[in-house]
C-alpha cells in the first residue's frame, strides 16, 4: 500500500477510534472496537488487550479480536496461554511495554527469545507482533497487542499512530476512572445518609424532593420511589402549615433570607399513614448556577417529646391521684387572674380539707388511707366543671381554683356540692367510711394573687372547722385583718429573734403533789413583752411561730432561758427537794433532726446541778400523734439525756391510748377541759380516773391541769390523781415573784384535807 494511502487509512482509523472511544459505553466497548479497527486497517490476524493491576501486573482483559481469515483452531491454545499468563513489568513483550511506556515491535516473535508464549505462537504460526501502552498522563493502563501471520519489518508510521490511539484510550480509561470514583463517592455519601438515623432530604426551588433516605422513609412512611418527585409540603407538611411553608420559601426566593434557615427546630411531620408527629429538623440552603436548592436533616422526636412530657406532667401533677399539684395550680390560678382583669370576670378558690382523715390511716392503714383519697380526688374531679383545676396540695388538702365566677354564691353552691359529692359512704375493706371536709373559699380582688388566695382560702377553710366541720365558709374582711395582724406579728417575732430577744421571757406556774401538797416540778410558760402590745399571751404568738418555722429558733431561745432561770433558782430558791422544769416542745421542733443535740449542748454548757433542778419536756398529745414512730425515737433519746418527758393536754388528741404503750414518758397531763366540770359531770369523772387507772398501769404519773377550786383538787386528790397544777396554787408568773411565795410557803402550796 502506497504510504500515502496507508497514512490515509491511518488517519482513519485514528478518526474512527477517537469516535468510538466518544461514544463508548464502557472502556471495554471502545478497547473491543480499538482492536477490530486497528485489525481492520492494518490487515493484522489477532489483537488482545492486557490491563494493568493495582499489584502492577498485567493480565489479560478477555477483550481480542481475531481476524475472519486467520481463524485457527490454535489460536484458541493461544489465546488460552495469554490469558492464563500474566506478565509483571519487565517480563515479555507486554511486561517491557508496561515497564517503558514505549511501543515495541518483534518482527518474528518464534525467533526471538525475549518472547515468551513461544509454543503456542509457533503453533498458531503468528509472526510478527506488535505492543503499544494505553497511557492516562504517564500511567500505564493498559497494553494492546497485535499478532500478524507475516514476519514484518517495524512501521514506525503505524507505531507513532498508534501512540496516538493509546492516548485516545487512555482518556477512556480516565473517563470511566472518574465516573467509578463519582459513583463511588456518590455510594459512599448514600450510604452515609442511609446509615444515619436522621431523615435527610434534598429538595429543589420548587419544593421537589430530589433525595430520601433510608431514615426518610422508615420516619415519613414513604418509600423513596414515591417520594422522588414529589413537594414536601404535600408529603410531610401538615395541611395546617402548608400554606407558611409555601409563603416562606416564596419570601427566601424572593429575598434569599429565611429565619428558619441554619436553625434546629421542632415542628410537626405528616406520616404516609395520616398521623401528626413531632421532628427536630435542620434546614439550610445551597446556591448552584443560580439554583436554589434545600437540604434538612430530620428526626422523629415523638419518644423524646413523650418522656419529656412525662417528666412535665410528673413535676407538675400528684403522684398519688394524677391531680395538679401547687406549681400547676399557682401558675393556672395566675393565668385566670390574668384572664380575669380581661373578661372581668369572677375567680374562686376553694381549700377543702378532710375532717378527721388521720383516723383513715391510723384505723385501716397508709394503703387504705391512699384509696381513700383518690376516691375523695375522683369525687371533687366530678363534682366540678372541666374549667376548674382540682389540685392536691398536701396530705388530706384539695384546693380548686373555679374561674367565671359570678357571684359569692355560685362559689358557695360549688362548695356545697363538693360537700355533698363527699357526703356518700365509701367502701374501705368491707366498712363503709364517712369522710367529711370543711371548705374554705375566697374570692379574688383586684389585689389577689394566686398565693394568697390559696392562703385566704386556708383560713377560710380553718374557720370553717372551727365552726363545726363538714360546713363551707367565705374568706371576709375581718378574717382579712386576722391575716395582716397575723403577718404583722409574724414579722415581729422575727425582729424580735434576731435582734432583741429579750421581749421573750419565761413565768412559772407550780406543779403539786396532791397527796403532800409539795411543790414538785414548775412549768415554764413564754411571755412576749411586745414594745406596743404589752405582754402577749403564747396563744397569741405560739401556733403562728409553729406555721411558719420560727418556733424553731425560739424554742431554742425558751431552752436557753429555761437554763439561764434554772441558775437563778439553784440561787434564790429555798426548797431542798429536787424540782423538774419543764418545757413545752411543739411539734416542729419534735421533727427537728438536731434537736436533741440542741438540747445536751444547751444543757452542758447550763452547768445545771443535777441533784437540785432537772430538766423535762412537754409535749401535747397531737404533736406526738402526728408522726409517732418519729416522736417515740426522739423522746426515747431525750429520756436517756435524763429528761423528765410528759404527755400534755391528754385526752383532746386522737387514738391516743393504743399508742400510749410505745412512748417512753413519765407523765401524763389530763387536759383542762375534763377538770372544768369534774365536779358535776360523771363523765369527766369516768374518763379522769379511766387515765388514771390506765397511766398507773403503764407506770406513768397523773398531772390534773386547770385547777381552780379546793373542790376539784380535794376530788382529783381522791381519785388518786398524783399532781395538780392549776390557778387554785398559783397562776404562772414571774420567777422572782413565784420565788416569794414558794420560800414562804416553804414549798408547800397545798393544805391538803385528811382523807
Ligand atoms: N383557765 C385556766 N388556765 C390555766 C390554769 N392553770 C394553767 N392554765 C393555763 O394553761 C396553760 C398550760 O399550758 P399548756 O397546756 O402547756 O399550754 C400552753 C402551751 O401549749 C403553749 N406554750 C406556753 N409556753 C410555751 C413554750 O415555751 N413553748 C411552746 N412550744 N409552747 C408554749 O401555750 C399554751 C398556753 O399557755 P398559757 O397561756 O401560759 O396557758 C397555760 C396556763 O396559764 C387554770 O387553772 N385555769
Redesign the pocket.
Known amino acids: 500500500m502506497p504510504l500515502t494511502i496507508r497514512s490515509q487509512a491511518y488517519m482513519g482509523l485514528l478518526e474512527h477510534i477517537a469516535v468510538a472511544a466518544n461514544e463508548a459505553n464502557s472502556t471495554n466497548d471502545s478497547l473491543q472496537k480499538a482492536l477490530e479497527y486497528i485489525c481492520q486497517a492494518t490487515g493484522w490476524a489477532l489483537g488482545h488487550v492486557f490491563v494493568s493491576h493495582q499489584d502492577n501486573i498485567l493480565r489479560s482483559a478477555n477483550i481480542w479480536h481475531i481476524s475472519a481469515q486467520s481463524q485457527h483452531p490454535s489460536l484458541e491454545r493461544f489465546r488460552e496461554d495469554s490469558e492464563a499468563r500474566p506478565f509483571a513489568k519487565g517480563e515479555g513483550i507486554p511486561g517491557r511495554v508496561y515497564a517503558s511506556g514505549q511501543p515495541e515491535w518483534i518482527i518474528n516473535a518464534q525467533q526471538d527469545d525475549t518472547y515468551l508464549r513461544h509454543d503456542s505462537i509457533i503453533k498458531t504460526n503468528l509472526k510478527s507482533c506488535f505492543a503499544f501502552p494505553v497511557l492516562t498522563g504517564n500511567k500505564v493502563v493498559a497494553i494492546l497487542e497485535f499478532y500478524s501471520l507475516q514476519a514484518q519489518r517495524p512501521d514506525h508510521t503505524l507505531l507513532d499512530v498508534m501512540k496516538h490511539i493509546g492516548v485516545q484510550l487512555g482518556r477512556v480509561f480516565e473517563r470511566e476512572q472518574s465516573q467509578q470514583q463519582l459513583a463511588n463517592r456518590e455510594r459512599r455519601h448514600r450510604q452515609i445518609l442511609n446509615s444515619t438515623a436522621d431523615a435527610f432530604i434534598a429538595m429543589n426551588s420548587q419544593g421537589e424532593i430530589t433525595a430520601w433516605n433510608l431514615a426518610a422513609q422508615s420516619i415519613f412512611g414513604w418509600r423513596s420511589e414515591q417520594a422522588l418527585g414529589r413537594t414536601v409540603s404535600e408529603l410531610i407538611v401538615p395541611q395546617a402549615f402548608r400554606q407558611a411553608h409555601h409563603d416562606g420559601m416564596q419570601r427566601f426566593l424572593k429575598s434569599g433570607k429565611a429565619s428558619i434557615l441554619g436553625q434546629t427546630l421542632e415542628l410537626p411531620a405528616m406520616h404516609n399513614a395520616g398521623h401528626e408527629f413531632p421532628i427536630e429538623i435542620t434546614l439550610w440552603s445551597l446556591q448552584e448556577k443560580g439554583e436554589w436548592s434545600f437540604f434538612a436533616f430530620a428526626r422523629d422526636i415523638t419518644e423524646r417529646k413523650r418522656s419529656q412530657d412525662e417528666l412535665k406532667h410528673k413535676a407538675l401533677h400528684d403522684a398519688l391521684t394524677g391531680l395538679p399539684n401547687r406549681i400547676l395550680l399557682l401558675d393556672r390560678l395566675s393565668q385566670h387572674l390574668e384572664q380575669r382583669e380581661n373578661r372581668r370576670s369572677g375567680l374562686a378558690t376553694l381549700f377543702v380539707d378532710l375532717d378527721h382523715f388521720k383516723r383513715i390511716n391510723d384505723s385501716f392503714g397508709h394503703e387504705a388511707g391512699d384509696r381513700a383519697l383518690i376516691e375523695v380526688a375522683n369525687r371533687l374531679r366530678h363534682a366540678v366543671r372541666p374549667v376548674d383545676t382540682v389540685a392536691r396540695l398536701a396530705g388530706d388538702e384539695f384546693v380548686i381554683a373555679c374561674p367565671d365566677i359570678k357571684s359569692p354564691r355560685d362559689a358557695a353552691i360549688i362548695a356545697q356540692r363538693i360537700l355533698d359529692a363527699l357526703a356518700p359512704p365509701m367502701q374501705l375493706q368491707g366498712d363503709s367510711i364517712f369522710l367529711n371536709a370543711s371548705v374554705g373559699i375566697a374570692l379574688a380582688d383586684t389585689n389577689s394573687s394566686a398565693e394568697n388566695l390559696i392562703s385566704a382560702a386556708d383560713i377560710a377553710m380553718y374557720e370553717a372547722k372551727s365552726s363545726g366541720r363538714g360546713e363551707y365558709q367565705l374568706f371576709d374582711e375581718r378574717m382579712q385583718v386576722q391575716v395582716t395582724a397575723r403577718l404583722r406579728v409574724e414579722n415581729d417575732m422575727r425582729h424580735a429573734l434576731e435582734h432583741d430577744k429579750e421581749q421573750f421571757c419565761l413565768?412559772f406556774?407550780p406543779i403539786i403533789e396532791s397527796q403532800s401538797g409539795d411543790i414538785v416540778c414548775l412549768?415554764?410558760?413564754?411571755r412576749w413583752q411586745h414594745p406596743e402590745r404589752g405582754l402577749l399571751?403564747?396563744?397569741e404568738f405560739?401556733p403562728m411561730a409553729e406555721e411558719t418555722g420560727l418556733?424553731v429558733p425560739l424554742?431554742e431561745w425558751?431552752l436557753e432561758l429555761a437554763c439561764q432561770e434554772a441558775k437563778r433558782w439553784e440561787q434564790l430558791c429555798q426548797i431542798q427537794r429536787p424540782l423538774d422544769i419543764s418545757?413545752?416542745?411543739?411539734g416542729r421542733?419534735l421533727a427537728q433532726a438536731d434537736l436533741v443535740t440542741t438540747i445536751s449542748n444547751t444543757l452542758s454548757h447550763a452547768n445545771i446541778d443535777p441533784s437540785r433542778f432537772r430538766l423535762g419536756f412537754?409535749v401535747?398529745e397531737t404533736e406526738v400523734m402526728r408522726d409517732p414512730a418519729t416522736a417515740a425515737t426522739t423522746l426515747q433519746t431525750l429520756r436517756d439525756l435524763g429528761a423528765h418527758l410528759s404527755i400534755?393536754?391528754f385526752g383532746t388528741g386522737y387514738s391516743s391510748l393504743a399508742y400510749l404503750k410505745q412512748f417512753p414518758v413519765d407523765t401524763i397531763k389530763i387536759d383542762?377541759s375534763f377538770i372544768t366540770h369534774i365536779m358535776d359531770s360523771p363523765a369527766d369523772q369516768a374518763i379522769v380516773s379511766s387515765v388514771v387507772y390506765l397511766a398507773h398501769a403503764l407506770n406513768h404519773t397523773v398531772v390534773a391541769?386547770?385547777?381552780?377550786t379546793i373542790a376539784q383538787a380535794d376530788k382529783l386528790r381522791e381519785m388518786k390523781v398524783d399532781y395538780i397544777?392549776?390557778?387554785?396554787f398559783a397562776?404562772?408568773q414571774p420567777a422572782e415573784q413565784l420565788l416569794i411565795l414558794i420560800n414562804q410557803q416553804q414549798g408547800r402550796l397545798y393544805q391538803t384535807a385528811p382523807n
Open positions: 413565768h406556774q412549768e415554764a410558760l413564754v399571751s403564747p396563744i405560739i418556733i424554742g425558751i418545757v413545752n416542745l411543739s421542733q412537754e401535747t400534755d393536754d383542762r391541769e386547770g385547777v381552780e397544777q392549776g390557778y387554785l397562776k404562772p
